[in-house]
């Protein structure tokens, strides 16, 4: 078990339910923000979400930091399934234990992109949402899988945060994505990448822009008349 300093913060969740989370107890940005508000961080996201897709069979939380958005899609949407991917380690430790009560969540510690590699990953301690993968040789510390080699059933909700590596991890689902037709939530962080990704999934899936959420997060389904 890794050696992290965290704290036990605790929340009524719109007076709904009693939530705890694992954060970090130093100057984090998630951490300040559940701490100091009460609520999940991009709620604004998430109440979307569960307002408009509220019963989901699988979701995947590509990018999961310490579980803050996998928490609660296991509270509120119902899910049958949900996997949480988390590269980093200390993340990935938090993850692990805001995730053991829930019996219907897997936690993998691998990183997704278009091909199968090893990679590196830095530490951001002010923001440990905010850590990026990186280029590597075969010595590199993080395992990459692209999301298609998983084969996962009834995947309906994918939610994509990988601080700039969305591109990587939508080429490696396409045969996912072609199958499920799931929703999309996916964080970008500039406009050309923003106009690629929408271009992208526009021409190769029918996808529209439903939404675009907490300034960064686009929601994408499949059109329909």
């Avoid at 119902?78 to 949480?84: S, T």
């Avoid at 951001?124 to 280029?135: A, F, P, R, T, W």
């Avoid at 998983?150 to 909700?157: A, M």
């Amino acid at each position: 078990m890794i050696d992290i300093k965290t704290e036990i913060t605790k929340f009524n969740y719109r007076g709904e339910k009693d939530i705890e989370l694992e954060v970090y107890d130093w100057d984090e940005i998630l951490a300040n923000h559940v701490r100091i508000n009460g609520v999940f961080y991009e709620d604004e996201t998430l109440s979307y979400l569960r307002a408009n897709f509220p019963n989901q069979k699988t979701i995947l939380d590509i990018g999961a930091n310490i579980g803050n958005h996998t928490t609660f899609f296991a509270e509120f949407m119902n899910a049958e399934k949900i996997y949480a991917f988390e590269p980093h380690p200390m993340n990935f430790e938090l993850l692990k234990r805001n995730m053991a009560k829930y019996h219907n969540v897997m936690c993998h510690d691998y990183a997704l992109g278009e091909t199968i590699k090893r990679m590196s990953i830095e530490t951001v301690l002010g923001n440990m949402g905010n850590v990026k993968v990186l280029e590597s040789d075969s010595n590199g510390e993080i395992k990459m899988f692209p999301l298609d080699a998983f084969d996962f059933p009834d995947v309906t909700l994918i939610k994509l945060d990988v601080e700039g590596y969305e591109w990587g991890v939508l080429q490696g689902a396409i045969e996912t994505i072609r199958r499920w037709h799931p929703v999309l939530v996916v964080e970008t962080l500039n406009i050309l990448e923003t106009y690629r990704i929408i271009r992208f999934l526009a021409f190769n899936f029918g996808y529209v822009v439903k939404n675009m959420l907490d300034d960064r997060n686009l929601v994408f389904a499949q059109f329909s008349f």
